[in-house]
RNA sequence: GCGGAUGUGUCGUAAUUGGUAGCCGAGCCAGACUUAGGAUCUGGUGCCGCGAGGCGUGGGGGUUCGAGUCCCUUCAUCCGCACCA
């Protein structure tokens, strides 16, 4: 035996964690780094080798930055609120929270093995009731506060409540206002707020704290029993379980994250984050800037409202559409259309979320028999139903623009409805045209100027008529914040009367009570109503409330007064480099964002955005294997086994390269009399079903026979029609890496093969970190090979460590300081894949050296242990260091080893490489070109050309133009 | 439809500011040592061609002495948002 892995990493393992090698403390002598990697919901099937990818990476990274003489903050915890410990509670009786400490234990276990360097003592668990408090003290807090438009920032209620006692409000004008008062749409005088009982006081303040109840659209998945966020939801089923989701209407607690949604749109700006993330939080903001509009309804004291981002086309306005479930609709239906728009509005409604996404295509609507009067010029036009308007967006009413409005043209079109050109020379006969850069027609005072400058034009003009107003809107809706779910932090809220009231800080925690079952109530409230004696919200936080301020509460995991001191948040700022994956990117990484600039604006924390940088790590997707049954349908079965074919065979098959007699006379060889071969052919009744097989059995694409008999009971006498040479090939897909696709691949396994080290650099070695890439462990022995190689290196035949006190030569130096320089650069530029191939360079120019000294290895072991801590920590201490390799400093690269005396120029012609040319490099341009010119193989390539121009990068190139 | 990303050998990938495309690894081929190991070592391996040479970074075009890299255009794949007014 040589490198034995399992004894050196046990070792160092025991060792670190003996010694607390990582532990962290505030030390403000030292400047800070924060290397944060997005937490896992410890899942029942343990990690897979994906899992690792990101943490090796942000592991190397804190490695390398210590070396470099960082204070070093690199924790790790578990997001352990979530639903699949919550269903599995359901389905069995076990407490979620046993569940959830048994998945941790096994998590805890296999991270250990890869060798993190996390600092265990600042360990965080959102479902520990030491974490919840906080989490439940700072919605306390948002409760508190209200959002002041004035100084833009979040406050205390009591600033509002003082602004009501003295000034009393204005209504919808006062410039304080951020949530939507439709109840006190006048306002209130201070006389009258002082008058006012305090359920009525709670009542209006609820429209501006940001914690509330909010009266929302929600979306419910029955299935589950409780609603989603809209992250939670694709494509109209929930994400977790696939379940269909309807729209609800439902009282539930919001979080006011609207009111930042301005500063979370701008601030992106400076932070280091992906395009692509950054893009999509944009997007998912969705700020538009417009105008809002009023129509006033003939014949009715009643005014619609809508909101465009164009008000430049009010003159090309035809009709008005409203949302099926526009509050008016009834209102302004007029009797000879009533039973046809209560038809329609019936319809629209029964419409699944799900159907209204797939059929988007397809125009429906229905006139109310109401006309609005166009406000800048007083036409009458009719208003319409129509579900292409959105109840959830703007005012759930549009202003019609055929012109210049895709699907204003359509719904036009199909109802037959008149379309007015206001571009002049535009054809909108075939479809809408929104160009902005054409002149006005038809429009009145804006005839003759471009739709740009048109907008600001309406906009004054409307604002100046006092019939609307140059607004913002936003897509970003409020953050629905209760779940009918038992597993999550309970809401620390209490009724008196109706009336919401938050608990006492020093009341805190609000434990978790303990339910007979973890199932709704027979009556539809939520499992918290089955507790005893709770009076308390039956609602809990949703999933991302412990994950919106983790990173906070490993700067200070144990202080029990404060989610964070001062002291702690003063120094340790924020995240410097956070890793995780993009699919949190309108999820987790928004909600973060609003809390901290939240508790930033209280006073709390010193920086109001949480991560500087952010790198999102691919995904591993893993590689399925199937096997292929055969299914005989309507056909006599003699035997009931179940057969398997080899993919080779059913590719010909499917291929028709055989016929389904050949087919059959091959399954016959095999098992003579399986079934009614002249049956099968008159009905050409056979089918090739794919199953996936669980890819531990499969080496290569070839099957592993006999485990996978024994892999399933139904399987044990399948009969098996393998190829002539006797193999059975699997087929492959690509898939997301999951337990019900057989395609999992653990680390544990890897490790237990190849080690930790090997497991750390492969990982790396695979690409990128941001590129997905599927799972392939064939390429794995290269790595192993490097570390045996470097091992090798510095011991002799009989496994001995051997290492030579000579002077390193010149050659020997050169090596040493490419590959300090090489992966220094690598790592502060995250590329750790490049860093991995130097290594190997570096290890086979040392071997090819046969160079086994010290001055080599010693300062090799250091920039190696980011990368393979056990494998440079033997070294190191084999080289008689008494300290821990992680003490030390990286070594510094110099200049003088890596200066080359002569270079090989390629000379080229017009950028064609004719010959090449060593000179010294030394040489400046000038003495280049004398040596090019001079030299005998120029008047050959130059083939009496003139020459034009020499193009000379010194080290680098010589270029001649001819 | 909008937005983001990615296209390089058989495969994973590499290539400072535009400057010898294919480093490193896998696979494959040949050889050595050995005799059957999933070991180690050496050499070869983009395509066409006997060769000189030519062609090559998804396709087409452009800028440049010179383009994987910059610009325009187009195609393909992946991801996010989507009847957002």
Redesign the pocket.
């Known amino acids: 035996m040589e490198y034995n892995f399992r004894e050196i990493e046990a070792k160092w393992q025991h060792y670190w964690r003996e010694h607390k090698s990582y532990k962290t403390v505030l030390d403000t002598s030292l400047p800070k780094f924060y290397v944060l990697d997005m937490f896992p919901y410890p899942s029942g099937s343990g990690l897979h080798v994906g899992h690792p990818l990101g943490y090796i990476g942000s592991d190397i990274f804190s490695r390398y930055k210590r070396l470099k003489g960082f204070n070093v903050l690199h924790p790790m915890g578990y997001d352990a609120f979530g639903l699949p410990a919550e269903q599995y509670a359901i389905q069995t009786g076990q407490h979620p929270a046993i569940t959830t400490e048994q998945n941790i234990n096994r998590y805890r276990e296999q991270l250990d093995k890869i060798g993190f360097s996390f600092d265990w003592d600042r360990e965080v668990r959102t479902s520990d009731p030491q974490y919840y408090k906080w989490t439940q003290w700072i919605f306390i807090q948002l409760f508190n506060s209200w959002y002041n438009k004035k100084t833009n920032k979040a406050e205390n209620i009591s600033t509002l409540i003082n602004c009501f006692e003295i000034n009393g409000f204005k209504g919808t004008s006062d410039d304080i206002l951020t949530g939507d008062l439709e109840i006190y749409h006048d306002g209130f005088t201070a006389q009258e707020w002082k008058d006012f009982s305090s359920s009525t006081k709670e009542n209006v303040l609820q429209q501006f704290r940001l914690a509330y109840m909010g009266d929302t659209m929600v979306n419910w998945c029955p299935q589950l029993g409780t609603v989603l966020a809209?992250?939670e939801v694709?494509d109209g089923v929930s994400e977790r379980g696939g379940y269909p989701v309807e729209r609800k209407r439902m009282s539930q607690w919001c979080l006011r994250i609207t009111a930042f949604a301005d500063r979370l749109l701008n601030d992106l700006e400076g932070i280091e984050w992906?395009?692509?993330i950054k893009?999509?939080q944009r997007?998912?903001i969705?700020r538009?800037e417009?105008s809002s509009l009023k129509f006033k309804v003939q014949g009715s004291n009643a005014e619609i409202e809508?909101?465009?981002?164009?008000p430049d086309t009010i003159f090309g306005v035809t009709f008005l559409t409203l949302?099926p479930e526009h509050e008016l609709v009834n209102e302004l239906t007029t009797d000879e259309y009533r039973n046809a728009v209560n038809e329609y509005v019936t319809y629209a409604r029964n419409r699944s979320e799900r159907e209204?996404?797939s059929?988007?295509?397809?125009?429906?609507g229905q006139f109310t028999g109401a006309y609005a009067i166009n406000p800048l010029n007083g036409e009458k036009i009719p208003v319409w139903v129509g579900?292409?308007?959105?109840?959830?967006?703007?005012?759930?009413?549009?202003?019609a623009?055929p012109a210049g409005?895709q699907?204003?043209w359509?719904f036009a079109k199909h109802f037959n409805l008149p379309i007015i050109p206001i571009n002049k020379d535009v054809d909108i006969s075939e479809a809408a045209d929104a160009t902005k850069d054409a002149l006005m027609i038809n429009s009145g005072f804006l005839n003759g100027i471009t739709g740009r400058e048109a907008i600001k034009a309406a906009i004054k003009e409307i604002e100046k008529l006092g019939v609307g107003k140059g607004k913002t809107?936003y897509?970003l809706r409020d953050a629905i914040f209760g779940r009918q779910r038992y597993w999550g932090e309970p809401i620390p809220v209490y009724y008196n009367d109706g009336v919401p009231c938050v608990m006492k800080e020093e009341a805190l925690p609000l434990v978790l009570p303990e339910v007979d079952k973890f199932l709704p109530t027979e009556t539809g409230e939520p499992p918290l109503a089955r507790a005893k004696d709770w009076n308390y919200e039956t609602t809990t936080m949703p999933g991302w409330a412990g994950s919106s301020w983790y990173y906070l509460r490993y700067m200070d995991a144990n202080n029990k007064s404060a989610f964070v001191g001062k002291e702690a948040a003063d120094y340790w700022q924020d995240v410097d480099l956070y890793l995780g994956g993009?699919?949190h990117?309108?999820g987790h990484l928004l909600y973060v964002r609003f809390w901290t600039k939240f508790l930033f604006d209280l006073g709390y924390i010193p920086k109001q955005e949480p991560a500087k940088k952010l790198i999102n790590q691919g995904m591993i997707q893993g590689v399925s294997a199937f096997a292929y049954r055969l299914l005989p349908l309507k056909v006599v079965i003699t035997s009931a086994r179940p057969v398997f074919i080899s993919k080779e065979i059913v590719a010909d098959y499917v291929s028709q390269k055989i016929t389904t007699q050949q087919l059959l006379e091959k399954v016959n060889s095999k098992i003579p009399g399986y079934c009614n071969l002249e049956d099968i052919l008159k009905d050409n009744a056979i089918a090739i079903s794919q199953i996936h097989v669980d890819v531990n059995l499969v080496?290569n694409n070839i099957l592993d026979i006999k485990g996978f008999q024994k892999w399933r009971e139904e399987f044990v006498d399948a009969v098996i029609i393998t190829e002539d040479d006797g193999k059975y090939i699997c087929g492959s897909e690509v898939e997301k890496m999951s337990k019900s696709k057989h395609n999992v691949v653990s680390p544990d396994k890897i490790v237990e093969?190849y080690g930790a080290d090997c497991l750390r650099l492969y990982e790396m070695?695979?690409?990128?970190l941001e590129?997905?890439?599927p799972w392939?462990t064939?390429?794995i022995?290269?790595?192993s090979?490097?570390i045996?190689?470097l091992w090798r290196l510095y011991h002799n035949k009989q496994n001995e460590f051997e290492v030579s006190g000579e002077v390193a030569t010149a050659a020997e130096l050169k090596t040493l300081h490419k590959t300090i320089k090489k992966v220094e650069?690598d790592i502060e530029r995250f590329?750790f894949?490049?860093s991995?191939?130097t290594f190997?360079?570096c290890v086979?120019e040392l071997?090819?050296l046969k160079c086994n000294k010290r001055a080599i290895l010693e300062p090799l072991a250091v920039i190696l242990s980011p990368y393979a801590p056990h494998v440079a920590e033997e070294l190191w201490n084999l080289l008689g260091n008494k300290e821990s390799v992680t003490k030390t400093q990286f070594p510094k690269w110099n200049q003088q080893y890596l200066v080359e005396d002569s270079f090989?120029y390629?000379v080229?012609f017009?950028?064609?490489?004719r010959f090449?040319l060593t000179m010294p490099l030394q040489l400046n341009k000038e003495e280049i070109e004398k040596q090019v010119i001079s030299s005998p193989e120029m008047s050959k390539f130059l083939n009496g050309d003139q020459i034009?121009?020499i193009?000379i990068?010194p080290g680098?190139?010589v270029?001649i133009?001819i």
């Not at 809508?306 to 164009?310: D, I, M, N, Q, Y």
């Not at 059929?359 to 429906?364: G, L």
């Not at 579900?387 to 202003?399: E, K």
């Open positions: 809209n992250e694709k992906s395009e692509s893009e999509a997007n998912w969705g538009s417009g809508v909101f465009t981002t164009r949302a209204r996404m059929e988007v295509k397809r125009i429906t579900d292409y308007v959105l109840a959830g967006y703007g005012t759930g009413a549009v202003m623009v409005d699907r204003d359509d809107n897509r993009a699919e990117a309108t080496d093969d070695f695979l690409g990128p590129q997905s890439k392939n064939n390429g022995s290269g790595v090979n490097f045996r190689k650069e590329s894949n490049t991995v191939s190997m360079i086979n071997t090819d090989e390629p080229s017009n950028g064609k490489v090449k034009k121009k193009i990068v680098r190139i270029n133009v």
